[in-house]
């Protein structure tokens, strides 16, 4: 009862100083997340016009009836799950390093779920009967909707995530020790709840006997890789953006370990991508007719061609800096190197599987689709939101990971100092 | 240590008092500006009006309506339709007769594709007038091949042409219909008599059924339809014909707000080379099962298994 009592209290006081810590920092986060704001705020303005007038704003058309807000949303699905790379580590191999930073991943996770979810009241043409969706409250096709399921998994991953994160770093604010029980099942839960939301996601689109260019039993496992390389590139970013801009002592060890990640999964996503290829073009017929107008031009269409050609080469490129030894040593490499395959696989998930499956239509008609400016500002819009999401949640959570840190440090490296 | 132990405890460092002032100032002022900033960037959501009733906003989905509910909803659609259109439309509710099945024919050797079956649906089922939207799509193909590839559907010239056959295509009402088991709030349903219907007020526009359907049976309202008072056929149903709202989407339904009260689809009755059978296939004396049991008939992509109720056939 008292315990009961003291929580009602402390946990108040808990989120009221997560609040502080997240508007509290230093000139250069101000003007970060004011940067961030406002890109946010354009894109909340882009999507109020847009459900005001319609989705006549978009370019989307009859023929091409998902575009950029799906394309991001099946990307965003990827870096969620991409996250639990960090979790793998940690808790399957017992990597004691990633283990101090694994909140890290589970908050990526946090934001890139709700990056999908604001993608999806995007992508609605009714977001008003939001609620036709909820279960039990409105009429909810499952299971028989592979959508009911992307419901389920998505917002029980969100959920997972949210309590792990919430339930350590309350109990470091009450300055006391973790009970397992309360976390580790969520942990090992969450790792195959990870893999379930891209494959879910991947059986949306696969799942289609009219949409040929999706109708792929590669696509899950695709997903499933490309996400192990998008993720571990988007966490290296972060964590040479926290040893530079916040001074955290990430050290060596994690950084090997996603670097390892990379170069075993971003070959392995490039050799499934030419195992479709070879499939498609080598058999010929109707089935080729979309993969042709992504790599090469139907017809005299090309709008994909560019886009398709970029992502080639960036991840050619990434794979070609990623394999030496010792690139996890050489921050710049290893940085053009995550950024260069996390914007590859950004248009080869994206746009380049979602635009093709519409074209040709499935009356094979060819019409073209090139984003509006208002689909552009929504999709800046809901990255921004994302990143503010995220870094508001890695401020919050920074306190912790410099006090476990530095208590490892001292702990290997007894009589020394603390900073590695 | 205790930093180590209470990282995210109350015991900092205290701020002194010039810059907690500062600190709040600061932080007072940027709530402000971002609160103003917001309620700028949400402002065209004011000129939204989705419903135009909180009843609107609550309808349960149609399968949970009782008959009387039915009745006071179609009353306010009618009211909504003469306050935004300027028109007195009917719009009834008309049932599935149990024992009736509906089937399409459509004999491909007499079509000429002159899109007057296009052309009824657009003006019968109420389509947004601007874009010229119809649930028919007519297909130029080539003779001596069933490849979609090679077919258009933007020609533009008389017809029909030498060396040409015409293929239209709309909703297949299949018994195994994708657009069906893909709706994630079961919005679109397949009834008694065959036809799939879409409940316009309960869909949420995901437009995951347009995906799904290897037809291009589909439309969505990108915007709200736009009809000029005096076009409007005031002859309408729920199910059916009315006018769709902004954001959901729609499909043929066999013009059910006739059929089911026994009159022919309007793109037949526009047919004029009489390519076209409708009727009930339950019915041994029909039309539509002398067509089906004497015609080499044929389904569009019948390795998808979606099992349609459109039949297509040659004649010579």
Redesign the interface.
């Known amino acids: 009862m008292s315990t009961k009592n003291s929580h009602l209290h402390s946990y108040p006081?808990?989120l009221w100083?997560a609040v502080r810590?997240a508007?509290?920092g230093s000139l250069g986060f101000?003007a970060w997340m004011?940067v961030l704001?406002?890109v946010a705020?354009?894109g909340?303005?882009a999507w109020?016009?847009q459900?005001?007038?319609?989705?006549?704003l978009?370019h989307?058309?009859?023929?091409v009836?998902?575009g950029l807000y799906i394309a991001n949303f099946t990307f965003a699905v990827g870096l969620a799950a991409g996250a639990v790379m960090m979790v793998i580590p940690a808790y399957l191999y017992h990597d004691e390093d990633m283990h101090d930073l694994t909140i890290i991943g589970e908050l990526l996770a946090v934001a890139a779920i709700s990056v999908c979810l604001m993608f999806?009241v995007a992508?609605?043409?009714?977001p008003?009967?939001?609620w036709?969706?909820i279960p039990l409250i409105?009429?909810?096709?499952w299971p028989?909707?592979?959508?009911?399921w992307d419901?389920l998994v998505l917002n029980g991953y969100l959920l997972l995530n949210l309590h792990i994160c919430g339930y350590l770093?309350y109990m470091?604010?009450l300055?006391r020790r973790a009970n397992p029980k309360w976390y580790v099942p969520f942990v090992f839960l969450s790792i195959g709840w990870a893999i379930s939301i891209h494959t879910v996601t991947a059986f949306?689109y696969s799942g289609?006997?009219?949409?040929p260019f999706w109708n792929s039993a590669i696509l899950a496992p695709r997903f499933i890789v490309s996400a192990f390389v998008s993720g571990p590139a988007f966490i290296v970013a972060i964590l040479f953006a926290l040893q530079r801009f916040a001074g955290l002592p990430v050290g060596n060890g994690p950084i090997k370990t996603l670097t390892r990640i990379m170069q075993v999964t971003l070959p392995i996503d490039l050799f499934m991508v030419g195992s479709e290829v070879f499939t498609e073009f080598y058999t010929g017929g109707?089935h080729v007719?979309a993969a042709k107008y992504l790599y090469f031009g139907l017809h005299g269409k090309s709008a994909l061609v560019p886009w398709i050609w970029t992502a080639i080469a960036c991840n050619v490129v990434a794979l070609f800096l990623l394999m030496r030894g010792d690139v996890y040593q050489r921050p710049k490499r290893l940085l053009t190197a995550a950024g260069l395959a996390f914007v590859g696989l950004w248009i080869e998930k994206g746009m380049g599987l979602i635009i093709p499956?519409?074209v040709?239509?499935?009356?094979?008609?060819l019409v073209e689709y090139r984003p509006s400016l208002v689909e552009w500002q929504i999709a800046a819009g809901v990255w921004a939101a994302g990143l503010l999401i995220l870094s508001a949640a890695l401020k919050?959570a920074l306190?912790?990971l410099?006090?476990t840190l530095?208590?490892h440090s001292a702990e290997r490296h007894p009589g020394g100092s603390s900073a590695s | 240590m205790s930093?180590?132990?209470?990282?995210?405890?109350?015991n900092r460092q205290p701020e002194a008092p010039e810059n907690a002032t500062r600190?709040k100032l600061m932080?007072g002022a940027?709530a402000t500006l971002?609160t103003a900033?917001?309620a700028?960037?949400?402002?065209?959501?004011m000129?939204?009006k989705?419903?135009t009733s909180l009843a609107g906003?609550l309808q349960r989905?149609y399968k949970?309506l009782t008959t009387l509910e039915k009745k006071d909803i179609c009353a306010r659609l009618e009211a909504e339709t003469k306050a935004q259109y300027g028109a007195d439309v009917h719009i009834a509710d008309p049932q599935a007769e149990p024992g009736v099945g509906f089937a399409y024919a459509l004999n491909l050797s007499i079509c000429i594709g002159c899109r007057k079956c296009s052309e009824a649906c657009h003006q019968e089922n109420n389509h947004d007038r601007p874009s010229g939207n119809s649930y028919i799509?007519v297909?130029e193909m080539e003779q001596g091949s069933l490849?979609?590839?090679r077919?258009n559907?933007?020609y533009d010239h008389p017809v029909p042409r030498k060396g040409n056959y015409y293929l239209p295509?709309q909703c297949q009402q299949c018994d195994n219909a994708?657009c069906v088991?893909?709706?994630?709030?079961?919005?679109t349903w397949k009834e008694q008599d065959g036809i799939v219907v879409v409940d316009y007020n309960?869909?949420?526009?995901?437009?995951?059924c347009?995906?799904?359907?290897?037809?291009?049976a589909?439309?969505?309202?990108?915007?709200?339809p736009e009809i000029p008072a005096a076009e409007i056929n005031p002859n309408q149903a729920y199910l059916a014909n009315r006018i769709r709202?902004?954001?959901?989407?729609e499909k043929c339904h066999f013009c059910l707000h006739r059929t089911r009260e026994g009159r022919l689809p309007a793109c037949l009755e526009a047919c004029p080379t009489g390519a076209r059978v409708f009727g009930n296939l339950n019915d041994k004396e029909s039309e539509i099962r002398w067509v089906i049991e004497n015609k080499r008939v044929f389904v569009l992509?019948e390795e998808?298994?979606?099992l349609p109720r459109f039949f297509y056939f040659f004649d010579k």
């Open positions: 006081r808990f100083h810590l508007t509290a101000y004011t704001t406002a705020l354009v909340l303005h109020a016009s459900t005001a007038s319609g989705m006549v978009t989307m058309t009859d023929q009836s998902w999806v992508d609605l043409g009714r008003d009967r939001f036709h969706m409105g009429r909810f096709h028989i909707s592979m959508l009911t419901v770093l470091r604010f300055g949306l289609l006997g009219g949409r109707a007719s499956g519409f040709p239509s499935t009356l094979h008609e919050i306190p912790v410099q006090g530095a208590a | 930093e180590i132990e209470h990282p995210l405890g109350e600190r932080l940027a971002g900033a917001t700028r960037a949400i402002a065209p959501l000129d939204w989705p419903t906003f989905h949970e799509r297909i490849d979609l590839e077919g559907t933007t295509v994708p088991k893909v709706c994630p709030v079961e919005a309960w869909c949420i526009g995901c437009r995951y347009e995906a799904a359907c290897p037809y291009h589909r439309r969505f309202n990108w915007k709200k709202p902004q954001g959901v989407v992509k998808l298994g979606t």
